[in-house]
């Protein structure tokens, strides 16, 4: 069981540094400089703002999730339900995120955040 625990955790590294090795190529000094940080200062107030428009129970469920980076599993066993509940329950949660985001005065220049 050690060794393939010690063999796993040897490949997932393997691929964290082929990835890194990916990205640094895909990446020019030029990048850092293009980038306006106020955009990122407005689109997170703007989700902040958004994620404070939800219900408690909509911001618990997606924070587990997104920010303290539990599976589905791991945060139904926090929230006290059955995996199957909180998937359903943070699919919600994701719609209503969804539409308060939409509903912003900003508009982000995401793709997957659109007007409807």
Sequence with gaps: ?????????????LRRRALTDRIATL?????GFAVD?????????????????LPARDVETLTLVT???????????VAGCSAR?????????RLRLTKALCSAPFRSS????TRK
């Design 1 to 13: 069981m050690a060794r393939n625990l010690l063999r796993k955790q040897a490949g997932a590294g």
């Design 27 to 31: 990446i020019t000094q030029d990048d």
């Design 37 to 53: 940080v106020g955009d990122f200062v407005v689109e997170r107030a703007v989700a902040l703002d958004a994620l404070a428009s």
């Design 67 to 77: 920010w303290h980076g539990l599976s589905p599993e791991q945060a139904a066993e």
């Design 85 to 93: 509940a909180f998937t359903a329950r943070l699919s919600r949660a």
């Design 110 to 113: 995401s793709p997957s955040i």
